[in-house]
T-cell receptor
Framework: DTEVTQTPKHLVMGMTNKKSLKCEQHMGHRAMYWYKQKAKKPPELMFVYSYEKLSINESVPSRFSPECPNSSLLNLHLHALQPEDSALYLC?????????????????FGPGTRLLVL | GQNIDQPTEMTATEGAIVQINCTYQTSGFNGLFWYQQHAGEAPTFLSYNVLDGLEEKGRFSSFLSRSKGYSYLLLKELQMKDSASYLCAVRLHTGGFKTIFGAGTRLFVKA
């Protein structure tokens, strides 16, 4: 099973709403990632969790709050977002070996959640 | 700073060969990836190079020269379904798991 699942597929929210994006993988990966991708732009790294601990926060505004409740799940809690936060939010996972070869380095992406903030 | 450059768009004919180039200047290097992304879909892994040379996988090959900060993705026997964006990505040797992506090259395959 090389699948990363994300829910919901689409989300429309107002600037005062609170919502959560969910990501799940059952490949035994211990590194999980959140990326933000605007149209015709590359994915931009937001957060990385390694062994359920936050290892990278790319200076993301606090209105985005990640959570990794266990090794298979990754959440992104959203609160008081702005219209410019509208984007495709991609979750990815990989093995977390420090000296790994291709299979350990490869990130597997979920289908993404397309978010629209009104 | 970190910089990855790729051509914005390329057009090629079905059945032909196309080479997509990528140059990078990064603080640290721990591997280069190529991903394919169809419009509205997630990126999918194509290839990985960490040592100099050519890696071949079916119709796709990827080349790396670390001294030149240069890679290319070679697609042979092009098919219409190969029309997509191709993302060059560099994994940084930061002790973490940071991978930065180029802006991608949109490939159009015409009949």
């Amino acid at each position: 099973d090389t699948e990363v699942t994300q829910t919901p597929k689409h989300l429309v929210m107002g600037m005062t709403n609170k919502k959560s994006l969910k990501c799940e993988q059952h490949m035994g990966h211990r590194a999980m990632y959140w990326y933000k991708q605007k149209a015709k732009k590359p994915p931009e790294l937001m957060f990385v969790y390694s062994y359920e601990k936050l290892s990278i926060n790319e200076s993301v505004p606090s209105r985005f709050s990640p959570e990794c409740p266990n090794s298979s799940l990754l959440n992104l809690h959203l609160h008081a977002l702005q219209p410019e936060d509208s984007a495709l939010y991609l979750c990815a996972s990989s093995h977390a070996g420090l000296a790994g070869g291709p299979n350990q380095e490869t990130q597997y992406f979920g289908p993404g959640t397309r978010l629209l903030v009104l | 700073g970190q910089n990855i450059d790729q051509p914005t768009e390329m057009t090629a004919t079905e059945g032909a060969i196309v080479q997509i180039n990528c140059t990078y200047q990064t603080s640290g290097f721990n591997g280069l990836f190529w991903y394919q992304q169809h419009a509205g879909e997630a990126p999918t892994f194509l290839s990985y190079n960490v040592l100099d040379g050519l890696e071949e996988k079916g119709r796709f090959s990827s080349f790396l020269s670390r001294s030149k900060g240069y890679s290319y993705l070679l697609l042979k026997e092009l098919q219409m379904k190969d029309s997509a964006s191709y993302l060059c990505a560099v994994r940084l040797h930061t002790g973490g798991f940071k991978t930065i992506f180029g802006a991608g090259t949109r490939l159009f395959v015409k009949a």
